[in-house]
């Protein structure tokens, strides 16, 4: 659920990626973001490529038999445990 929305995953990142909350790979994506010349529309594309997936992606996924869909309702989930 760290993805769910960008505003969330936005206000996280610098300390997430500071304190090794993410992969060293995904740290110097979000680093090369950060310094773009559009560094929020480079980070809202990197949200969006991480946390969302396409037609098109699930469709190459499915092809390639390696697409993972799991039948539960998280929400549902949560709020059960935790409340709403």
Known sequence: ???????IWRDKV???????GFTTGLTERIAAAQVAPAP???????????????????SALR????????PLELD????AHFGA
């Open 1 to 7: 659920m760290i993805g769910a929305r960008y505003d």
């Open 14 to 20: 610098t300390w997430r990626s500071a304190s090794r």
């Open 40 to 58: 929020e529309e480079a980070l809202r594309d990197l949200h969006r490529r991480l946390h969302a997936a396409t037609p098109a992606r699930l």
């Open 63 to 70: 092809a390639r038999d390696v697409l993972l869909t799991v």
């Open 76 to 79: 549902a989930l949560a709020e």
